[in-house]
Structures are given as C-alpha cells and as structure tokens.
C-alpha cells in the first residue's frame, strides 16, 4: 500500500506541476444560477443545464411520481428483468420528439457513444472524427478497434480526401461483410460552442457513400423551429443514420439518446453492450427526462429558448465592446480563450473571489495552450445575472487588451 500511494501522490505532483490538478467543489443546493459551494453564494456560469430545467417543478414532480409508481431502482439491466414503463413512454417521446421510426436511451450519453460506436463499427471499418471531437467518441473510437482518421475542425476539404480514400480502401473488397466508413461530428461543438456545417457534411456522406452519426449533446432542446437540434435546423435530420445526444444538458434529467431508424434500435439492443451489461436508468430520471421532452416542445420551452437567445445576445455584444474576439455564431456556450493553463485558472479564481463561478478548461478537455473560461448561460438567467457577469469579465486580462492587468487572485 506504500509504494502505491507513493506512486499516486508523484503522479498527481506531476499534474500539479503542469496546472492541471483538478479538484470537486461540494454544491450545496439545487443546479441552478445561484450556488452555494462552502457557505458562498455565487452566480453559476458553468452549468449545461441550458434551459433551467434540471431544478424546474414538472421534471421534479415526473421523477417523484415515477419513484412512486415504480420505485427507486430499476433491478437490472432492461433486458434481464423487464424494461420499465417509464423508459418506454421515454423513448416513444424522444422518437416522436426527433421525428424518428425509433429511440434507444443509456443510462448516459458516455455510454450511448461507446455502446452504438463498438456495436456498428470493427477493425475492418473506418471512423472519421473531427479533430475537436468530445472524449466520449474518441474512446468508442478507439474501443471499436476501428481506423482512425481525424479531420481538422469543421474542414471539409480536409474530411473529403480521408472519405475518397475510405471509399477506395473499402471497395478493394475483403472475405468478410462490406467495410464501412461512418463519420461521427457534434453539432454544437462542447468546448468551443461553435456548429458543424453539417449540411455540407451530409452531402459529401451521400457522395462517398459513409455513414453518419451526429452528437446533438448542446443543441437538442435549443435549435430548430421545433427545438429538435441544429440537424433540423439545417433541414437533414432524415439523411443522418445515428442522432445522438444527452438528456442531462438541456433537457435537465440524466442518461443519454440514440435516434434514427427501428432496425438501428434493435440492432443496439442486441449488440450494444454498454446497454446490455448495464443497470437500467433509475425510473426516477427517465420519468423526469420525458417531462422535459414535452416541456421542451411547449410554450414554455419555445419562450425559454428565446429567453437564453437574448442573453446570449447581450453577452456576445457586452464581449464585443470590451475586445474579446466573440465568434459569429448563437450558441449557449461562449468560451474565452486565455491560452496559458495557468493564466485561466488564475482568471477563474478571480472571477470566483468576486462571486462569479466559470470553469477554467485545460488539457485534456481542450489541447495544451488553450485553455479558457466557458461561460454558459440558460434561460434561468436574469439581466441583473448578465451584468454582474459582464462586469466582472471587463478587467480580465486577455488577447486584446491593450494594458493587460493581472488577475486579482493567485493561481
Ligand atoms: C456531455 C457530452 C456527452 C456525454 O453525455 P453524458 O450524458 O453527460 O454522458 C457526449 N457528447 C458531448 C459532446 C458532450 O458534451
């Protein structure tokens, strides 16, 4: 025991050392825009919990009722002693929701991603990944034994070379079945918050005959006319094999979704095996994620989505004026870019000695040399929120400032 703790403690030095040593932070009181983390209050930009759900009465009162109806636990895994009630009603409302034959849900979007990558794709098979790909994906990737080919962000050129020699490589013909090429892309990029031109995506996939599956994980519930994703909002939802996405972001409960058509459900349920080895949800969280699905679909959804648009709108312009580089784009999700690992964990600190609370993103969620501040918001909001955040961003030192200050507390 020693020598392993010795170990660990010079490997965690080691981390130190580089800035990335992470920590929890005890919450002590519901995920909303105000937090309690060790008696202070602070205003919470850190949460995906876009639309203000996760602590909204209609998903608290779904979970209560199904914990009432169907208990705490769910027993097994769905295929060994029954699949509940409460995660049929759940998947009827996901496919009607995305305009599906058919919906699958794991007890996470993790797990979604690695049951439905290893379960369609093999050694003989090709994966292509854009180069800013969540961690999720780059683990199926590399579980499914796949080849790996990785596209630089949003670069079609780039992705139509790899999908011209995909298709070669995959009709010079084996023994076995037909190699496959699928491409795997978010829609609304996690860490940077910016969109796939997926449009463009879907017409080299029909030209080069590939696959693929599209992460809805920061836009379901936000874009579309009908709040489906940004893959209706381009108008390709019926070219896209596989959508998946989360319930725990914007849609407040937990778990994770796959869409597409009823052959793909049933080929998860039999080849899945993060769905077949695993305990069902708790009925508790499916009940609570389907509330959402329709609360999402309803007024109330529709007013909320707009009410997060003109935050965001009013953060970016706020951003603007004070010289941070803001991206053209309407996401949830505005990263500040600071670079040095130290200098946004210091920019954090600051933040939270003056009552804001933004993550710091290093290595290994973003690439060395660019971690940042994400800020996100929700429709839980309010202006006065807003300005006491832009307030407190204004003397940050960054890019574009022409005297940079240093941040107030230490790293
Ligand atoms: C959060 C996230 C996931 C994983 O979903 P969970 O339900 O949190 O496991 C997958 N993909 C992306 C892009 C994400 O941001």
Not at 178 to 200: H, K
Not at 325 to 342: M, Y
Request: hydrophobic share 45%; proline share 5%.
């Amino acid at each position: 025991m020693n020598d392993f703790t010795t170990e660990l403690k010079e490997r965690l030095e080691e981390i130190r050392r580089q800035g990335l040593y992470r920590e929890l932070r005890r919450v002590d009181s519901p995920q909303s825009p105000g937090l309690e983390i060790n008696g202070k209050p602070l205003l919470n930009f850190s949460s995906n919990d876009y639309l203000g759900l996760a602590n909204h009465p209609a998903l608290k009162e779904a979970a209560i009722k199904a914990v009432k109806d169907f208990g705490a636990g769910s027993g097994a895994s769905r295929l060994i002693c029954g699949s509940l009630a409460p995660h049929h009603e759940l998947e009827t409302a996901l496919a009607a929701f995305k305009g599906t034959e058919g919906a699958l849900t794991f007890s996470t979007g993790y797990a979604a991603a690695i049951g439905t990558i290893c379960a369609l794709m093999g050694k003989e098979d090709i994966l292509v990944l854009d180069k800013l790909m969540h961690a999720c994906i780059v683990d199926a990737a590399r579980l499914s034994g796949a080849k790996l080919r990785i596209f630089g962000h949003n670069d079609l050129n780039e992705l139509e070379d790899i999908l011209r020699w995909a298709k070669e490589r995959n009709s010079a013909g084996t023994a076995g079945r037909q190699p496959r090429t699928l491409i795997v892309t978010e829609s609304v990029f996690s860490m940077d918050g910016d969109i796939a031109p997926l449009r463009e995506i879907v017409a080299l996939k029909e030209k080069y005959g590939a696959w693929l599956m599209v992460d809805e994980a920061h836009a379901t519930g936000l874009f579309g006319k009908h709040r489906r994703g940004v893959a209706e909002e381009a108008g390709v939802s019926e070219q896209i094999e596989i959508q998946m996405g989360t319930l725990g972001k914007a849609l407040g409960a937990s778990g994770g979704y796959i869409c597409g058509p009823r052959a793909l459900i049933e080929f998860l349920i039999n080849r899945a095996r993060s769905f077949i080895f695993s305990t069902a949800p708790v009925p508790g969280a499916a009940a609570a994620a389907r509330a959402a699905v329709e609360l999402v679909q309803s007024a109330e959804g529709k007013q909320r989505a707009e009410d997060l648009w003109a935050l965001v709108e009013r953060l970016k312009a706020g951003l603007g004026r004070n010289g941070w580089p803001v991206a053209n784009v309407r996401s949830a999700i505005v990263p500040l870019i600071i670079g040095a690992e130290a200098g946004a964990v210091a920019a954090a600190n600051a933040l939270r000695e003056g009552g804001i609370y933004v993550p710091a993103i290093r290595y290994p969620t973003v690439a060395r040399g660019e971690a940042r501040l994400r800020v996100t918001l929700t429709a839980a909001h309010t202006q006065k929120d807003l300005s006491a955040l832009m307030d407190a961003l204004a003397p940050l030192p960054h890019p574009h400032h022409s005297k940079p200050q240093p941040a107030a507390a230490d790293a």
